[in-house]
Nanobody, 119 residues
Framework: QVQLVESGGGLVQAGGSLRLSCAASGRTFSVYAMGWFRQAPGKEREFVASIIWSGGSTNYADSVKGRFTISRDNAKNTVYLQMNSLKPEDTAVYYC????????????WGQGTQVTVSS
């Protein structure tokens, strides 16, 4: 099992920035990748960004490329999502998730943190 705790959400004006953090604990040695997802009201959860834990390769949704940056601190077992040039359409609950090396999907999820971007 891997436990995840997100932090850093809040209210920001359009054009502003926020940094989300996600601290992992438990069987962190089993982590293959960590990702950020989001779910806006009335919409399905969507992929935002991911990072391979050992090599650091990243992947982004087209909607956030050039504005969001995912990074990790292996020593702290923490992944970050730096969000710049925020838009009202970025408003959502943001979740971090872990894909273990033994799985092809994200198995562990955090509780989510609210990000609200006002126009």
């Amino acid at each position: 099992q891997v436990q995840l705790v997100e932090s850093g959400g809040g209210l920001v004006q359009a054009g502003g920035s926020l940094r989300l953090s996600c601290a992992a604990s438990g069987r962190t040695f089993s982590v293959y990748a960590m990702g950020w997802f989001r779910q806006a009201p009335g919409k399905e959860r969507e992929f935002v960004a991911s990072i391979i834990w050992s090599g650091g390769s990243t992947n982004y949704a087209d909607s956030v490329k050039g504005r969001f940056t995912i990074s990790r601190d292996n020593a702290k077992n923490t992944v970050y999502l730096q969000m710049n040039s925020l838009k009202p359409e970025d408003t959502a609950v943001y979740y971090c998730a872990v894909r273990p090396g033994t799985s092809r999907k994200y198995e562990y999820w955090g509780q989510g943190t609210q990000v609200t971007v006002s126009s």
